[in-house]
């Protein structure tokens, strides 16, 4: 008797697996079957533009132009300063030029550094010497002037204090 009943049981768990694998088929079926609406859906790129979204792109775009008037601005400036560099009054010293110039300008107009057009050759030498000493504190300033002579101040002191003289005799 109990013989029977394992063997009813083991038919129906036979039968019972038998339908469970075809269930499987069924659903696998149905998997590639959406696999392949998927993979077609994918060949037509879906263009869903949200108000998100669409506001996300004009604050890209708004960027982009914010982007480029920048660099327009910053080109603009590199001519403009090219264009400083090249326009030079009156020539100067290798000397001023090499260690002066890129803040007090080709022609001492001003860059970084003050204005140095104007400047008699006592009150620049004053100034260089205040700076060399540390009397007058700028760590740009004396920093370049420690390495340089007292012959070569006075140089340039004497040169800067033509400049005034100079540009208005290059009719600037
Ligand atoms: C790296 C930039 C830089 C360089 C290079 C430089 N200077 Fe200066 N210079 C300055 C700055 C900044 C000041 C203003 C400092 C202050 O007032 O404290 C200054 C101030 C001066 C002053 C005083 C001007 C005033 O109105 O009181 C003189 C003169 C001067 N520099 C001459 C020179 C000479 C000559 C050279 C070349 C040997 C030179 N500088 C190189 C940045 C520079």
Not at 92 to 115: A, D, F, M, T, W
Request: net charge positive; hydrophobic share 40%; aromatic share 6%.
């Amino acid at each position: 008797m109990i013989r029977h009943i394992i063997a009813a049981i083991a038919t129906l768990l036979a039968i019972w697996a038998v339908v469970f694998m075809m269930e499987l088929d069924k659903k696998a079926e149905r998997f590639k079957q959406i696999r392949e609406i998927i993979e077609k859906t994918k060949e037509v790129p879906l263009q869903v533009t949200t108000p998100e979204i669409s506001q996300e792109r004009e604050r890209k775009e708004a960027l982009k132009s914010e982007k480029e008037a920048e660099d327009e601005v910053a080109r603009k400036l590199k001519t403009l300063k090219e264009r400083a560099g090249s326009a030079m009054a009156f020539k100067v010293s290798p000397l001023y030029k090499q260690k002066c110039s890129s803040c007090h300008g080709v022609n001492g107009e001003g860059i970084i550094g003050p204005r140095l057009i104007g400047k008699s050759e006592t009150e620049v030498y004053d100034a260089l010497i205040s700076f060399k000493s540390g009397k007058r504190k700028n760590y740009v300033m004396y920093g370049l002037l420690s390495k340089m002579s007292d012959e070569d101040l006075k140089a340039l002191s004497k040169e800067i204090g033509t400049f005034k003289e100079k540009l208005d005799a290059a009719g600037k």
